[in-house]
């Protein structure tokens, strides 16, 4: 089945350092790939989505382009804020109709000052 | 970890009827959050339950709509009343753990006829 495999965390960077958050997938077909973002004590969010091959899904500073050739969806930022902090998961969703969307475990990020 | 025990895993349901789902969690959590997956569509939260007061609702839902209750810190139940076939969807149940990941039940796929 589809399965998205995501860089473990936890994540420390500095204001304004450059952010990657690795992900990949397996997948059957032409998945759209999501990233959602889970600030503290609220629930998912999403963050960006591209739904086919070499679009660039962005949205707050942060992007991440479809990569069918190495089935890779990375999520970067070249300059995070303190505010950035929070657990980003990548998501897969499967082109069958009824197919649940599928996670990765999560990448906390903390941003310090 | 947790583990997430939801049901029913799936129902299908007559126009105008209500349905309560279910979510059974094996340890104590002080936020769950229950969300929508549409056909082919990416997740939607709905509200936010914590034990002791009021769901929080997001944008678009009410409670007269999709009652929830949180007796205690391991379950809570999402009703959704007066169902129409716009309702059919996978309804997840979520927690979110001391690490920072996010854990989802495997979903109550809802079919309205």
């Known amino acids: 089945g589809d399965s998205v495999t995501q860089m473990e965390g936890p994540v420390t960077l500095s204001e304004e350092a450059f952010l990657t958050i690795n992900c990949t997938y397996t997948a059957t077909g032409y998945p759209s790939l999501f990233w959602y973002v889970q600030y503290p004590g609220e629930g998912l969010q999403l963050l960006l989505k591209?739904?086919?091959?070499?679009d660039k899904g962005s949205n707050k500073g942060f992007e991440a382009t479809y990569r069918k050739e190495t089935t890779s969806f990375h999520l970067e930022k070249g300059s995070v804020q303190v505010s950035d902090s929070a657990v980003y998961f990548c998501a897969i969703l499967g082109n069958s109709g009824n197919t649940p969307l599928v996670f990765g475990k999560g990448t906390r990020l903390s941003v310090i000052a | 970890s947790a583990v997430i025990s939801q049901k029913p895993s799936r129902d299908i349901c007559q126009r105008g009827t209500s349905l309560t789902i279910q979510c059974q969690v094996d340890?104590?959590?002080?936020?769950m959050f229950w969300y929508r997956q549409q056909p082919g569509q990416s997740l939607t939260l709905i509200a936010t339950a914590n034990q002791g007061s009021e769901a929080t609702y997001e944008s678009g839902f009410v409670i007269d709509k999709f009652p929830i209750s949180r007796p205690n810190l391991t379950f809570s139940t999402l009703t959704v009343s007066n169902m129409s076939p716009e309702d059919s969807s996978i309804y997840l149940c979520?927690?979110?753990?001391?690490?920072?990941?996010?854990?989802f039940g495997e979903g109550s796929r809802l079919t309205v006829l």
């Open positions: 591209a739904t086919k091959a070499d």
């Open positions: 979520s927690v979110e753990w001391l690490a920072g990941g996010l854990f």
């Open positions: 340890s104590q959590v002080t936020m």
